[in-house]
Structure formats: structure tokens, C-alpha cells
């Protein structure tokens, strides 16, 4: 009976939360599982370590139901209960204080992470992949190198420093801000989201926006793509001068700045266009935007 308790109590650990409940527990989990952290609102830190385990520290907020903590071995899912109010989703948790997640993961795991409210710090990560989904939290990731990364937000800021070779950044009204290293694949969205993008060298670049200004720094690999969309937004591309590409750029009311080409004017009514090559036009760098204006900029760095 007794070992049977053990298993049960390693497999699912529930904790009723008091008021100001503080969190310290550990977990195994294999040098390369995956975690899943949920938490409504408050916050989430994640930090790194070299051990087969998790450590779970922290507060849970006055209200909730409890922690709960399920798995281990391969995969190990981290949540806090919320009680559900009377109006649906929307109204869980309005009557609970926020809770405060500190998480110390294998630094190869793979992470995933949910939150409505709740601020997410994350630090370290080697090797695994990475997915956060926020509405209205501040996301910050540092110090991290992963295979892939997936984040989407509604109004939570993103600020980023990793390296990974296939990046999505998605979000509403919630800016962007991206530094990092070499990749294959970059995407970011936005609605209103201004994004200011850092990066080393990239082969598949596409960037979308309604009415968020995008700025991209980067060099675009032999063959590769940039692809940028927008409505009113301004678009700013700096490259550098040894660039190979062929270049196209159409606005309808917006204005063309660009180091090469001319730029041409419709005829009749709005509307301008500028096609040109970069080097020997070995890959693409294409820009459509209504009224927002777009500049290319050639730097020697």
C-alpha cells in the first residue's frame, strides 16, 4: 500500500491554496522532456539547471484552488487551478489573488507555457523548443538557444534574445522586440504591434502588419527571401551593402526610400512602385504596404 501512495503522490500532487501558500516542490524529468507550465495570472519564471528534475517554487495567490502537478519522466505538466466563476472562462480567477511561479527546468527541455495575465520570464534554454501563448503578459526570453520558438500574444509585449532556427512571433497590440542570431525561418505578425527586429543571418524572412511599424536589421542568405505586408505601418529594411537579391516595392499613398532603383509613379491616380537588384539578384526581397512608407537602407556592417 505504502509504495503504491508514493506513486500516486509523485504522479499527481494537489495543493489547496491559502492565503499566501508558498511552493517547493521537485519532480524528475529526463534531461530532454518537456514541461508545461499554465497560470492565469501573476507570474512565471523559468530558469535553467543541469539536473534530471524540476523545482517548483513560489506563492500561490489567496483564492485559488490549488497546484497541480502531474507526470514526470518524459513529461511533466505544471498548473494552477483557478475557481470558475459564474460568467464562463472570462470570470476565472476574478475572485483569487495572483500567483507566482518560479520553474527550474533541464536546460534541454522543451517548454511549453499559457498564461492570460500573468507576467513570463525565461532564461537559459539549450536545445528544446519553445511555446508560449499570453493575452495580456509581458513575455521576455533571454539567453536561450532552441530549435524552434512559437509565441503568441494579444496586447503582452514580446521581447526577445535567442538564437533558433525557426522563430514565430505573433501578436495583436503587443510590440515586438527581437534580437538574436543566425535562422531559417523567421515570421512575424502583428495587428498594430510594432516590431523591431536584430538578427544575424537569415534564409525565409516573412513579416506582416495592419498599422505597426516594422524594422528589420539582418542578413539575408544566398538565396533567401524577405517578404514584407502592410497597411498603413511603415517598413524599414537595413541590409547590408554586399546583399544579393532582386527588389520589389509597390505602395498605394505610402512613400519609397531606397539606396537603388527608381522609383516609379502610376500614371494615373496613386500608387508607386521600384524594382531593382541588389548585387546579383541571387534571392528575393519583396514589400507591399497601402499607405505606409518603406525604406531600404544598404549599411556597410
Known amino acids: ?51 534530471p528534475e524540476v523545482r517548483i517554487t513560489g506563492t ?15 513529461s511533466l505538466s505544471i498548473e494552477v487551478k483557478y475557481p470558475q466563476g459564474g460568467g464562463g472562462w472570462f470570470s476565472r480567477g476574478t475572485r483569487s489573488e495572483p500567483s507566482q511561479l518560479e520553474v ?9 507555457v499559457d498564461a492570460v495575465s500573468a507576467r513570463v520570464e525565461i532564461n537559459g534554454l539549450r536545445g528544446g523548443r519553445l511555446t508560449v501563448d499570453s493575452v495580456s503578459g509581458e513575455v521576455r526570453v533571454r539567453d536561450s538557444r ?10 503582452g509585449d514580446v521581447d526577445a534574445a535567442l538564437e533558433s532556427a525557426d522563430i514565430s512571433i505573433d501578436t495583436v497590440s503587443g510590440d515586438v522586440r527581437l534580437d538574436g542570431g543566425a535562422g531559417d525561418e523567421l515570421s512575424v505578425e502583428t495587428v498594430s504591434g510594432d516590431a523591431r527586429l536584430r538578427l544575424g543571418e537569415l534564409r525565409r524572412v516573412r513579416m506582416e502588419t495592419v498599422s505597426g511599424d516594422l ?22 529594411l537595413r541590409l547590408p551593402a554586399d546583399t ?30 521600384l524594382q531593382s537588384r541588389l548585387g546579383d539578384g541571387a534571392g528575393e526581397v519583396r514589400v507591399d504596404a497601402f499607405s505606409g512608407d518603406v525604406r531600404i537602407e544598404l549599411t556597410n556592417n
Not at 542578413?219 to 524577405?226: F, K, M, Q, W
Not at 539606396?259 to 500608387?271: A, K, L
Open 104 to 112: 527550474t527546468v533541464p536546460a534541454k527541455a522543451t517548454l511549453d
Open 146 to 155: 532552441l530549435a524552434s520558438v512559437s509565441i503568441d500574444s494579444v496586447s
Open 1 to 51: 500500500m505504502f509504495p503504491r501512495l508514493m506513486l500516486a503522490a509523485g504522479l499527481l500532487f494537489a495543493l489547496p491554496a491559502l492565503a499566501g501558500t508558498p511552493i517547493n516542490e521537485t519532480r524528475p524529468l529526463a534531461a530532454d522532456g518537456r514541461v508545461s507550465v499554465d497560470n492565469l495570472k501573476g507570474e512565471i519564471i523559468v530558469r535553467t539547471w543541469d539536473r
Open 60 to 74: 500561490l495567490g489567496e483564492g485559488v484552488e490549488k497546484l497541480l502537478v502531474e507526470g514526470g519522466g518524459d
Open 244 to 273: 544579393s537579391a532582386s527588389l520589389a516595392i509597390e505602395t498605394f499613398s505610402g512613400g519609397i526610400t531606397s539606396p537603388v532603383g527608381q522609383v516609379q509613379t502610376e500614371r494615373y491616380g496613386p500608387g508607386k512602385r
Open 215 to 236: 524594422e528589420l536589421a539582418a542578413r539575408l542568405a544566398r538565396g533567401g527571401s524577405i517578404v514584407a505586408d502592410s497597411v498603413s505601418g511603415s517598413v524599414h
